[in-house]
């Protein structure tokens, strides 16, 4: 059974910064892809920054150009770098793994933004 562990998550104010990260219990280059989803109160979750195995990214339009995903195999992590955080970006953070047919996901990080 995959595991996968978020850690980062917090408050912050508008226009600050966060850096997410997520271990997994298996070696990450056999995923078929990594990514982090978010989920705000009243709304469906959605994807927010997805790497692929041969390293093709795509994230959601609103991140673009504030919000990186990176992977790192001698750590088996995944992490998302947001900058210039707004309070539309409030909502439990999920780490996602995608590998052979099954989806696993971690327990989800809290990420608040406010002043």
């Known amino acids: 059974q995959v595991q996968l562990v978020e850690s980062g998550g917090g408050l912050v104010q508008p226009g600050g910064s966060l850096r997410l990260s997520c271990v997994a219990s298996i070696n990450i280059f056999s995923a078929d892809s990594l990514g982090w989803y978010r989920q705000a109160p009243r709304k469906e979750r959605e994807l927010v920054a997805r790497i692929r195995i041969f390293g093709g990214i795509n994230y959601l339009d609103s991140v673009k150009g504030r919000f990186y995903i990176s992977r790192d195999g001698a750590k088996n992590t995944v992490d998302l770098q947001m900058n210039s955080l707004k309070p539309d970006d409030t909502a439990v953070y999920y780490c996602?793994?995608?590998?052979?047919?099954?989806?696993?996901w971690g327990q989800g990080t809290q990420v608040t933004v406010s002043s």
């Open positions: 996602n793994m995608q590998q052979g047919g099954a989806t696993y």
